[in-house]
């Protein structure tokens, strides 16, 4: 039997993946050490930790916790600041896309950040994070009115390929206005989804929460959300402009996961939780996996079925 060449390489607007599987902000991409694992693994890309102006440690701990379908995580931003991501971006000869992922504490910071990350040769785009559910601050996804100001500032100086890491939205209205804002913008992609925010988990034999910020609320992540990534991709791919990629996140452990939200409209995924439970050899499980299904499927690219979705009927 001849066997088909299966080509997972995607293209996020103009920049090239080998693969179309990378790590979501916030896995195992905080410090040197991390991010020169993921510079070695089979992953397309790299994202790094959402960075800040200063250095922060983050909350107490503990502040992250995984059951067998989900992760709860209040992390605060635990980051090393801007200075070493571009530093040590500086230092690393890769051929790999990296997005610098930014998320400022308030909107002066984050243009401080977009503006010292436009002077980066070495990254290949901004993954500009407005969707942290774990500071005191409001998601700054969640509010239409702001993001259209701030875009139009943003756009004034912005030379360098830039994306959106959204949050969750549950209401079709709130998809498609965003879409509208959104798509009058020059944006190269966004990420969907951020982890579900204020959720929490409890241990009934302690009748204790399971994270101690804020009282056991934290983002939930990992496979339970997954419908919920898919619905956001789908929408967000009806309403979008054809020129803004999705980059899928949300509930991707088997190599299926992916090819679902590929269907859904994803151009590449993101691996968050599932990174954090099994490490860096994700990557290559997930491509075999992804791989063999396309196989099974009679599929040799992506193109051939991103977005193709039906309808039951
Ligand atoms: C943190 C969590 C997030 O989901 C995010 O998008 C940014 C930061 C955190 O708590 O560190």
Not at 44 to 51: D, E, F, L, R, W
Not at 152 to 180: A, C, H, Q
Not at 232 to 250: A, E, H, M, P, V
Request: glycine share 8%; aromatic share 10%; hydrophobic share 40%.
């Amino acid at each position: 039997m001849i066997m088909k060449k299966i080509d997972i390489s995607a293209r996020i607007n103009g920049i090239q993946l080998s693969s179309c599987i990378m790590n979501a902000s916030g896995a195992l991409c905080t410090t040197g050490q991390e991010l020169s694992d993921l510079l070695d693994s089979s992953s397309g890309a790299i994202v790094t930790k959402s960075c800040t102006r200063q250095p922060r440690k983050g909350n107490i701990k503990p502040r992250y916790f995984e059951w067998n379908v989900g992760s709860i995580n209040s992390m605060g931003l635990p980051n090393l600041g801007i200075d070493f991501y571009l530093n040590f971006l500086e230092e690393k000869k890769t051929k790999k896309p990296v997005f610098l992922s930014i998320s400022g504490l308030s909107i002066e910071e984050i243009f401080f950040l977009l503006k010292k990350a436009n002077f980066s040769s070495k990254i290949t785009a901004i993954e500009l994070n407005l969707s942290c559910p774990n500071l005191q601050e409001e998601i700054l996804g969640y509010d239409l009115y702001k993001i259209y100001d701030f875009l139009e500032n943003v756009f004034k100086f912005n030379e360098k390929p830039l994306g959106i890491k959204l949050p969750p939205y549950f209401k079709e209205e709130y998809i498609k206005n965003m879409s509208l804002i959104l798509n009058q913008f020059p944006i190269v992609f966004v990420t969907c989804i951020n982890s579900l925010p204020n959720g929490i988990f409890v241990d009934p034999r302690n009748e204790t929460s399971v994270i101690q910020p804020r009282n056991g609320f934290g983002g939930i992540g990992g496979s339970i959300i997954k419908p919920f990534a898919l619905a956001n991709i789908r929408k967000f791919y009806t309403y979008l402009r054809k020129d803004i990629s999705i980059i899928g996140c949300g509930g991707i452990s088997y190599g299926k996961d992916i090819f679902e939200h590929i269907l859904c409209g994803a151009s590449a995924v993101q691996i968050g939780t599932q990174l954090m439970k099994e490490g860096i050899s994700v990557f290559e499980r997930l491509k075999k996996e992804f791989t063999l299904f396309l196989q099974k499927k009679n599929y040799s690219s992506i193109n051939s079925f991103k977005g193709k979705l039906k309808n039951l009927q």
